[in-house]
């Protein structure tokens, strides 16, 4: 499983191409020749980047959901809305569909940002105001989800 780390702030350029941080390619050089997947977040107003790898994978859960249960064909279909393919172009410069970046509202400053396996993109004040605003929750929500586990060889319990 891949997993990444850092967290850059970035300039998209009048035409919606970021120039992705020398250190996020090094460890992105590995999935890059497969290209990425890029989407809506579902919880933030964001965008996800998936290396092909890890998108299949997800692809390989979700085909297992029953299409004829609506919920599942209703989640599927807007969970999957506006995706798209994207490669890193020659100067590793990886391009922002424009839907996408109005989504996102991702402008000219924003963080590019690991999230373990995938890269969200954020328009960098509504980054900074999504980080401070879980701060004050932050300790209850570690504590919920990270607390109850006993597992010793994690070294986080």
Do not use: H
């Amino acid at each position: 499983m891949l997993n990444l780390i850092g967290t850059y702030e970035c300039k998209a350029d009048v035409k919606g191409r970021v120039m992705l941080p020398s250190a996020l390619k090094k460890q992105l050089a590995a999935v890059a020749p497969n290209g990425f997947v890029i989407k809506r977040a579902v919880f933030q107003p964001c965008l996800e980047l998936y290396p092909m790898e890890e998108w299949n994978a997800l692809m390989e859960k979700m085909g297992k959901l029953n299409r004829f249960n609506r919920k599942n064909n209703d989640f599927i279909r807007r969970f999957t809305a506006g995706v798209r393919t994207v490669e890193l172009d020659a100067t590793g410069r990886l391009n922002i569909p424009n839907d996408l970046a109005s989504f996102a509202g991702v402008e000219k400053e924003i963080v590019i940002s690991s999230a373990i396996n995938i890269v969200e993109i954020w328009d960098k004040e509504k980054y900074e105001q999504a980080i401070n605003d879980a701060a004050n929750d932050f300790a209850d929500l570690a504590e919920e989800v990270m607390g109850d586990t006993n597992d010793a060889r994690d070294g986080l319990s």
